[in-house]
């Protein structure tokens, strides 16, 4: 599957730019993806998310893009923000949806579980089957989320299970690489998926984004300018917004993995300190705070949910992580996998993973929560005890809490409620 990227710079590149880039070139595209609001509906009274589907101008912009996709013979994601008078960033006071629009006039909506005005966990129509829709295009499948929904990893998951080979998670403008790519190729690696992400530029800001993402399980994937076939990392920088950036879902190329750096504790650090006994773990410095938790290295790997499901009944303390390898040689097979994904566990989960044999004995490696950037310190103890920095060990609450800023939220029940069901669901 041909896969393009719009990459639209902020409040300048409108839909006939890309209209025109398309009819132009030789490239024959499956699937065209446009940023996170994109598209805007204003509106002075609030639209109910239950019943979007059925607002007049809601109605409007599945027609003119069910048109734009019978007209190019193309599949359409594109994202709409319904804005109500105030700035949006990303959601936040705006209500955050995803259309998804194919030539034969299959559409879909999906809406934003996180940071927006209205996230969908508070739906009262919520379920997995309306929720994740997944949509088949060609001869592949196709899930959906926006922007920060991709640092819950239940949400891929969901829809992986449900068959997606490929996730879009578009997001709004400018973004911290480091962050960004870190989710994305975890997202990739956990689910055994491409994962891909289209955005705006917004060059007066100072994190001036640079490119469009795709990553699969072996990497970042090269991406190539539609009109001139030209690689995007050979584009000057300044040069690479208004242009659709392409892949070939079954044919690409990814680049050199990035290794882990080794980092020392910060001098500013408030250390606890994990320390061995006869099989028991000790925590000095914490007491009272932190949990210890046990999970397999391929469970740590391939099933996040069961690190949420620890989190979740561990109420009052913060769970830190024994990820328990069985011996060297496995070790061995999993360490590039593990150097893939590490970061983003760390961003989801904000807390601390160590990684040791069955008796405590070997520690392969140590890497946690580091910043209130969501940096990540790697290190390599060589025994027990093992000083970590406490200051940004936050636990799995620092991504619940993206989705709790809901004017209809009685109270936290539902949310929990609801990810509960999604935790049932993949443990099936």
């Not at 929904?149 to 403008?173: C, E, F, H, M």
């Not at 993995?257 to 061995?276: C, D, F, M, N």
Request: proline share 3%; net charge neutral; glycine share 6%.
């Amino acid at each position: 599957m041909q896969i393009g990227l719009a990459f639209p710079e902020l409040g300048r590149h409108k839909i006939q730019h890309f209209l025109d880039i398309i009819k132009n070139s030789d490239q024959c595209l499956d699937l065209v993806v446009f940023p996170e609001g994109f598209e805007t509906i204003s509106s002075s009274y609030e639209l109910i998310p239950e019943n979007i589907g059925e607002n007049e101008e809601v109605k409007k912009l599945l027609n003119k893009y069910g048109e734009i996709a019978r007209n190019f013979d193309i599949s359409v994601i594109v994202g709409m923000q319904v804005f109500y008078g105030r700035e949006s960033i990303s959601g936040g006071s705006s209500d955050q949806y995803c259309l998804f629009i194919t030539s034969m006039g299959k559409q879909t909506i999906y809406h934003k579980h996180s940071t927006s005005k209205y996230n969908a966990f508070f739906d009262t129509n919520w379920s997995i089957p309306n929720n994740f829709p997944v949509v088949q295009i060609n001869n592949m499948k196709m899930g959906f989320s926006i922007c920060h929904d991709s640092y819950i990893s239940l949400i891929p998951r969901v829809l992986r299970t449900k068959g997606a080979d490929v996730w879009s998670n578009i997001s709004y403008q400018n973004v911290r690489p480091r962050i960004w790519e870190s989710v994305l190729q975890t997202r990739a690696v956990e689910n055994d998926m491409i994962a891909i992400c289209t955005l705006h530029r917004n060059s007066q800001a100072s994190n001036l984004q640079k490119e469009p993402y795709a990553f699969s399980p072996s990497g970042k994937i090269h991406l190539k300018d539609v009109e001139t076939g030209s690689s995007l990392s050979d584009i000057w920088i300044e040069n690479r917004a208004g242009k659709i950036f392409y892949f070939d879902s079954s044919n690409y190329d990814t680049y050199p993995l990035v290794q882990l750096t080794e980092s020392a504790l910060s001098s500013q650090a408030k250390p606890i300190t994990i320390s061995r006994g006869d099989r028991t773990i000790g925590i000095e410095g914490g007491e009272g705070e932190f949990s210890i938790e046990e999970i397999h290295l391929q469970e740590f790997i391939f099933a996040p949910e069961k690190i949420w499901r620890m989190c979740l009944e561990q109420t009052n303390k913060i769970s830190l992580f024994f990820v328990i390898v069985n011996n060297v040689e496995q070790w061995a097979k999993y360490k590039l996998t593990i150097t893939k994904l590490i970061r983003g566990r760390i961003i989801e989960f904000s807390t601390c993973f160590l990684f040791v044999d069955k008796e405590y004995e070997n520690i392969f490696m140590a890497a946690y929560r580091s910043s209130n950037y969501k940096d990540c310190r790697i290190f390599y103890p060589e025994k027990f005890p093992v000083d970590i920095d406490k200051r940004y060990l936050f636990g799995l609450e620092k991504t619940y809490a993206i989705s709790l800023n809901d004017s209809r939220k009685i109270s936290k029940k539902v949310y929990f409620e609801r990810a509960n069901q999604i935790l049932d669901f993949l443990e099936k």
